[in-house]
């Protein structure tokens, strides 16, 4: 069983990954190439949204991740901005409802108790929805977090279990002897573990490459504007059809060449009062600019489904990489053809809901114990077979 034990990247699941590795009484040291959550988790929404999941696995990790934050708060002793409030999907074509009531039929056999209601039924719900919307869904279990909050509170507390952090620290090569990984140089400095766990969100290709592992995540950029801060809008996660069908889409098909950037609706309010407005779906390569177009285009939605929003201001605009795999899950597990090495990554717009839950799995497998879930359709070896 490993005692020692390096993760590297200090993302919501490089930091979930250490906290419950320290929180085993295992040594850990956390490696961050600049600072806690500077990567997508620091650029991103806060929903912890399981209507919009697939049915299967993701939906089944995704209840596994929304039960650990039910009490993490608690577990990690910080405000994390925790809140149930419940989610909706906006619809606003037949051609929508009709995927909608799919995704709902498969959901509800899945478990999910969603409901679907008019539009009237909505409006009352969630005031200030456009009047042309057909309908929405409605489940009460979604709930939203603050990312930074939760990535911070993870690597304070594995600090105080006992992990050490180093930031400002780029890891560069993954070090090996006799057919096993057995740790890691960065800037200049080797340092040797038991087991490597790799959790660089769209970076793990970059590292994984300099030992001949090849992984097909690649990122998918998401572009949201921030309103000025405004009295309570909206009280739950909202996402709209246009933006279920960017997130499932297959590339080269109608939508894509309708609306090339996947722009689609998503709205959650902050804790001081700032609307997340997002936001886009673009293949753009490391690119975290953001654009005039989209920027436009991103609006046009929020307003034509709000149309309140018409009077906002946005103070800014930013971008993140979403960690994008071509089946839409992420890689949890040991590489097989190096013993010593884990990889957790590839959560593409869903790491936030599901970043405690893989830390923990991660941590199992890390140390040679029982997953804790079944992990086979997160195997990597699913595109390297
Ligand atoms: C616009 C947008 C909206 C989103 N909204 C949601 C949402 O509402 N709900 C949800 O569940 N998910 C959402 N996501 C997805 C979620 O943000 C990601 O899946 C998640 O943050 C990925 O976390 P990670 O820890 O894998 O990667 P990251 O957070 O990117 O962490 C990787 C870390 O590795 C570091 N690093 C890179 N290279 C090295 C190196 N060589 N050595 C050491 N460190 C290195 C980076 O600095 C970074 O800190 C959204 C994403 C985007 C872009």
Redesign the pocket.
């Given at each position: 069983m490993a005692e020692n034990v390096i993760v590297?990247?200090?993302?919501?699941?490089?930091?979930s990954t250490a906290y419950y590795l320290a929180k085993m009484g295992i040594h850990v040291t956390l490696?961050?190439?600049?600072?806690?959550?500077?990567?997508?988790?620091?650029?991103?929404?806060?929903?912890?949204?399981l209507q919009s999941k697939a049915p299967g696995p993701m939906l089944q990790l995704g209840l596994h991740g929304a039960r650990i934050y039910e009490t993490l708060e608690d577990e990690l002793e910080a405000d994390l901005e925790y809140r149930r409030g419940g989610g909706m999907i906006l619809i606003e074509t037949e051609e929508e409802m009709t995927a909608i009531r799919e995704l709902v039929e498969r959901q509800r056999q899945a478990g999910l108790d969603i409901a679907l209601l008019s539009g009237e039924q909505a409006r009352e719900l969630q005031p200030g929805l456009g009047a042309h919307l057909l309908g929405t869904t409605w489940w009460a279990g979604d709930a939203?977090v603050n990312?930074l909050k939760v990535?911070f509170a993870m690597a304070q507390a594995a600090q105080r279990a006992g992990a050490a952090i180093r930031m400002g620290?780029?890891?560069?090569a993954l070090l090996s002897e006799r057919g096993r990984v057995v740790g890691v140089e960065?800037e200049g400095k080797r340092t040797y573990a038991d087991a490597v766990v790799v959790?660089?969100?769209?970076?793990?290709p970059?590292?994984l490459r300099t030992i001949g592992v090849e992984l097909p995540i690649v990122p998918?950029?998401?572009?949201?504007l921030v309103s000025e801060r405004v009295p309570a809008f909206v009280s739950h996660?909202i996402l709209s059809g246009a933006y279920i069908a960017a997130k499932h889409r297959k590339d080269g098909g109608k939508e894509e060449a309708q609306n090339p950037a996947g722009v689609g609706l998503?709205l959650?309010q902050t804790g001081s009062g700032s609307l997340l407005i997002?936001?886009?779906r673009e293949f753009v390569g490391f690119d975290l600019s953001t654009t005039p177009q989209v920027i436009r285009a991103i609006g046009q939605s929020a307003v034509r489904l709000f149309p309140k929003m018409a009077g906002m201001r946005v103070i800014r605009a930013f971008?993140?990489?979403?960690?994008y795999t071509p089946d839409g899950r992420p890689v949890i597990g040991p590489v097989e053809e190096w013993p010593g090495l884990y990889v957790?990554?590839?959560?593409?717009?869903?790491?936030?809901?599901?970043?405690p839950a893989t830390g923990r799995i991660m941590a199992n497998l890390a140390i040679g114990r029982p997953a804790g879930c079944d992990v086979a359709p997160f195997a990597l070896s699913r595109f390297t077979q």
């Open positions: 590297v990247g200090g993302g919501i699941v490089g930091t490696i961050e190439a600049q600072d806690i959550a500077a990567g997508t988790s620091g650029a991103c929404d806060r929903a912890i949204m939203e990312p990535c620290s780029k890891v560069t960065a959790a660089l969100g769209v970076w793990t970059l590292l998918r950029k998401g572009q949201i996660n998503s959650g997002g936001g886009s971008a993140g990489l979403r960690p957790a990554a590839g959560h593409e717009g869903d790491g936030i809901a599901l970043g």
